[in-house]
């Protein structure tokens, strides 16, 4: 059988996305083609294929506009794990990313942050997943929240900057432009909330608020605009969260940690940031 060091690193395009979307179902994940779309036109894909031409790994870089840049998407086939092929592509992100004067991060799983950390990332903070349905969480609005509308996109895009550390405006207008996707703003505009649709269930975020009530309040509009299954990815501190999730129903479903290369100081205003865009994202 080859080995990894057999099998050539190339760059992914668009007609690369049914492959692509083929190793994130066989693993389980939530990712869409939008989101391999935005991977592959925002950022640089990369991929190793087998002896046929076959698709057998993956991993993404999406640069933001300053300071860091997201690694992704870092996905094996079942039968080529354990060959070296995740390391590789890892280190080639890295690389990557050192050319742009950026720091990379990732979103690492409970096995995965040992290997990252061999690798030079020290970890930032914990996340934590959590699973319910829409319909049973779903609150009364709260007073002041009300539906973003186009003109709203340069405001959800700051307060999301200075939540996560740095501006991904290409980002946002990606999640707000997403058939089924459904964005609130807070009273005094001072916190966001985007929903948008996934491969297995809604993704619930980036939720940015003032406090834990305003949080609340945009969680509840969020969920009474959607149906069905709903992943929410929440940092540990804001544990309250967790409380209030699971009162109504959600599960707690795994945990990630942030992790930075050879930095351990958290970026942007992570009070602020009641759940992640998720762990491709951040």
């Not at 592509?89 to 742009?100: N, S, T, Y």
């Not at 940031?273 to 951040?282: D, I, R, T, V, Y």
Request: net charge neutral; with cysteine; hydrophobic share 45%.
């Amino acid at each position: 059988m080859a080995t990894s060091e057999l099998l050539a690193i190339s760059e992914l395009e668009a007609r690369d996305i049914d492959a692509c979307l083929r190793l994130s179902d066989e693993a389980g994940w939530n990712q869409n083609a939008d989101d391999w779309r935005l991977f592959i036109e925002e950022g640089r894909s990369f991929g190793v294929r087998d002896g046929d031409g076959g698709l057998v790994g993956s991993a993404a870089v999406l640069p933001y506009e300053r300071e860091l840049a997201y690694i992704a998407m870092v996905l094996v086939t079942r039968t080529r794990r354990r060959e070296g092929i995740a390391t590789r592509l890892v280190d080639l992100c890295v690389e990557r990313i050192g050319r742009l004067g950026l720091i990379p991060v990732l979103d690492a799983t409970p096995a995965g942050e040992a290997v990252y950390g061999r690798q030079g990332f020290r970890t930032l903070f914990g996340l934590e997943r959590w699973q319910g349905e829409a319909e049973a969480a779903a609150v009364p609005p709260a007073e002041g929240i009300v539906r973003a509308m186009p003109e709203d996109a340069a405001t959800i895009a700051a307060l999301d900057g200075a939540a996560a550390g740095a501006p991904r405006r290409a980002v946002i207008a990606d999640f707000l432009g997403r058939a089924g996707s459904h964005a609130f703003l807070g009273g005094g505009r001072s916190g966001f909330v985007i929903v948008r649709r996934g491969r297995r269930a809604c993704q619930l975020g980036p939720l940015v608020a003032g406090s834990p009530t305003e949080a609340q309040g945009l969680l509840g509009a969020a969920l009474g605009a959607v149906s069905g299954a709903v992943f929410i990815d929440i940092p540990v501190l804001h544990k309250g969260i967790g409380d209030w999730l699971a009162a109504r129903g959600f599960t707690r479903q795994r945990g990630f940690s942030r992790m930075a290369f050879g930095r351990s100081k958290p970026f942007g205003a992570t009070d602020r940031l009641f759940a992640s865009a998720g762990p491709e994202f951040g």
